[in-house]
């Protein structure tokens, strides 16, 4: 990830926000989403994406992200714009994408990722605001640097890392990682990741898109109109495994 660093630290943006919808709608319910994390959430702007989504399914939704490239969660609990942001507005949800490695190691979340998530979570909790993780999903081909020889091996350790803090923190989970690997038995030849085998393109974007769709709004993504141009028939698979992961099993991410 590291060799990343320079190039996305180009891309990223601190603070980015969208069209600011909840103040033109005065009237309407509204819902508020602060995205905390890195190159995983600016890339193809998954929280605009996800505010399309939400239109698109007759839902008024306004984003804003902290996400810098390569940070880690413990990178923005020591950004002096983290709590700030936080209290900033009364956000519905705070989003938490720790970076992509991490997660997968059991010393490394134990040092950095689970004391961070601690002290994110009760901050977000103490401003009356709801926290959800942002399960991430595995390299293409593993971290053999590490150990991890294929996708499988480290995208098993992901979901370990993520659902072991959830379950302690009883925080829920949008399941975005276990949507890839779903979708990596149930149609292989959809293509989720950029050449560098790390980031998602924009079907693996749209694919997390829509699992916190579904994750937030307890509703299905099949059918909506809004596709972020992906082709018809890759859309609907995209929509329908992402519903899937999240409805079919609900207890397994919504911990409270």
């Not at 949008?174 to 050449?195: M, V």
Request: with cysteine; proline share 5%.
């Amino acid at each position: 990830m590291k060799r990343f660093w320079i190039f996305l630290l180009l891309l990223g943006l601190s603070a980015c926000s969208a069209k600011p919808r909840c103040s033109e709608h005065p009237s309407e319910k509204c819902t508020r989403i602060l995205f905390i994390g890195n190159s995983y959430t600016f890339a193809n702007d998954l929280p605009g994406m996800f505010t399309e989504l939400a239109s698109s399914g007759k839902h008024l939704a306004e984003t804003q992200s902290l996400a810098q490239g390569g940070w880690t969660l413990a990178d923005h609990v020591n950004d002096k714009n983290t709590q700030p942001t936080i209290q900033s507005v009364k956000w519905d949800y705070v989003i938490l994408q720790e970076q992509s490695e991490i997660p997968a190691f059991e010393q490394s979340r134990a040092v950095s990722m689970y004391p961070a998530a601690r002290t994110l979570v009760r901050m977000i909790e103490e401003n009356g605001e709801a926290p959800i993780f942002f399960m991430t999903w595995g390299y293409r081909d593993g971290d053999k640097q590490y150990g991890y020889n294929d996708y499988d091996s480290m995208q098993n350790q992901l979901v370990v890392g993520y659902l072991t803090i959830a379950r302690e923190l009883g925080v829920p989970v949008a399941p975005a990682g276990y949507a890839w690997w779903r979708t990596r038995k149930q149609d292989p030849e959809i293509e989720l990741w950029q050449s560098d085998g790390s980031h998602p393109n924009k079907n693996g974007t749209f694919l997390s898109a829509c699992v916190f769709y579904a994750a937030i709004f307890r509703e299905s993504p099949e059918g909506l109109v809004y596709t972020a141009q992906i082709p018809g028939k890759t859309a609907q698979a995209l929509q329908s495994i992402a519903a899937g992961t999240v409805l079919d099993d609900p207890e397994e991410w919504n911990l409270r």
